[in-house]
């Protein structure tokens, strides 16, 4: 009895012992679960969900409506803007064409890029794959739904379209197109669309200051009529993005505006540039990147297909011109997709998106500095833009096909730029961009001077050619000099 009395405590702190053991062993065993937990959702390693290719196939509807839509809308323009004489009469020397031409195609390709997004806002609430195949994602809307293409950026195409068609119909002051793109731009930044871009490139700033987000709260102490908390917030890399927003768009749709100088040649440039921006934008959606991967797969595809509805009328010899409401608002549309590419501060991925739409991005810069150069204003027009040049050489369909490959060429550098941030990358569009940019300043500078000598020569008198009496003397000069 005393034996057993003595041997129990000595039973009951071998049996607590083993207890602490087996408790430390389980939580070893659940810190190192812990731990891989961690190091697998820091990975930088993206799981694709689905291939490019399937995710192309779910939209597919989207290009299809878009293309029927404005392949039949177009001709339908023509019949309403030569009835009512909106046409584009060859009064100019710098124009292709010799017979006037019908406007209002620009109307007609934004109905088609119109129908295609409405497809996409009927999928939504269309039972599963009747219509659309979404892409799974785990960025739902409010509605557990993929999130459709923002009111604002269907506002400022709207905007965008009204402003060029009234120029087309009646003209309108430059300062007005110019508002109204200030409009669209401010409807952008107000929905959040491509403000973050700026996060990205200012990211630095804020992790040096000790301020990541870049936001100020001031507290006046008062309350303040439209503010509930009574609290001032200033967002530093809001405002920057909604800049940025705003010298995007007035540059993409003046850009898009400048190139349209050859029959199909905005078209098709706009055509090429939005299949680059379509292949990021699988690739987006593929890795499940953010609440805008639909949005931009649907602009794409819309885009794309409004413009191949529109191409036959339009390629040489057109039948019906863009005007500024189709010029403008390609220009809007293009750099809408390209300013979503930077909605999670990818950064990169915008300068890919405008690399991939370089070559209206060029022309603008070289007129420009060709201008300045000339001692005019930038806004005057001249017959040296980079379509002159390759339409004098090669013709009109040659122009254009030379331009053609030409954005095929900065397509492909940009979607290996949006693929893997290479040096090599950088340097080919770095070379090819710079290799364009000189040859089109020479051939604009050697017509430049060559027209300068022509006018000298006609203002000096045919026959005032010098005696002489008067050649002995500038003869001797150097000499007298000497």
């Known amino acids: 009895m005393i034996a057993s009395l003595i041997a129990s405590p000595f039973a009951t702190d071998t049996a607590m012992g083993d207890r602490v053991r087996s408790l430390g062993e389980r939580i070893g065993r659940l810190s190192e679960e812990q731990r891989t937990l961690a190091e697998a959702l820091d990975a930088p390693e993206v799981v694709q969900t689905a291939s490019r290719l399937d995710t192309f196939h779910g939209y597919m509807p989207v290009l299809i409506v878009s293309f029927v839509v404005s392949l039949i809308a177009t001709p339908i323009m023509r019949k309403l803007a030569i009835a009512n004489g909106v046409v584009d009469r060859p009064n100019d020397a710098r124009k292709i064409h010799r017979v006037p031409v019908a406007y209002l195609g620009g109307v007609a390709v934004y109905v088609g890029i119109m129908a295609g997004i409405f497809l996409s806002y009927v999928a939504l609430r269309a039972p599963e794959d009747l219509l659309l195949s979404f892409h799974e994602t785990a960025h739902l809307n409010v509605d557990l739904l993929n999130a459709p293409v923002p009111i604002s950026i269907l506002l400022g195409m709207t905007i965008i379209m009204l402003c060029g068609l009234v120029d087309d119909v009646v003209g309108i002051s430059p300062r007005i197109k110019i508002a109204g793109q200030l409009f669209a731009a401010a409807a952008l930044a107000y929905e959040d669309v491509g403000v973050r871009l700026a996060g990205g490139v200012m990211a630095p700033i804020g992790a040096w200051i000790g301020n990541q987000d870049l936001t100020w709260t001031w507290d006046p102490g008062v309350q303040i009529p439209l503010l509930g908390s009574g609290q001032i917030e200033f967002d530093l890399i809001y405002w920057t993005g909604a800049a940025i927003i705003a010298v995007f768009v007035l540059g993409a749709c003046n850009a898009s505006n400048l190139i349209d100088g050859l029959d199909g040649l905005l078209t098709g440039v706009t055509s090429i540039a939005t299949i680059g921006l379509l292949v990021v934008a699988l690739s987006l959606a593929a890795q499940d990147d953010g609440p805008r991967d639909t949005q931009r797969v649907v602009l794409c595809l ?57 070559i209206p991005i060029i022309d603008t810069i070289l007129a420009i500095v060709r201008r300045k150069m000339a001692g005019k204003s930038i806004s005057d027009a001249d017959d040296q833009h980079l379509h002159h040049m390759l339409k004098r050489a090669l013709g009109v369909r040659g122009a254009v096909g030379a331009i053609y490959a030409m954005g095929c060429t900065f397509a492909a550098i940009g979607v290996l730029l949006s693929d893997s941030r290479a040096r090599v990358s950088y340097a080919l569009a770095l070379l090819f961009a710079s290799y364009i940019a000189v040859l089109a300043t020479k051939a604009a500078r050697k017509a430049h001077l060559e027209a300068d000598m022509q006018r000298r020569l006609e203002r000096e008198p045919a026959d005032q050619s010098p005696s002489e009496d008067e050649a002995e003397p500038a003869e001797a000069q150097p000499v007298a000099n000497a």
């Open 302 to 358: 819309a885009v794309l297909g409004a413009c191949l509805g529109f191409l036959p009328h339009n390629w040489n010899p057109a039948s019906i011109f863009l005007g500024d409401a189709g010029s403008l608002l390609l220009g809007f549309c293009t750099i809408v997709i390209v300013l979503t590419l930077g909605d999670t501060a990818k950064t990169h991925l915008v300068f890919a998106g405008l690399m991939i739409y370089a």
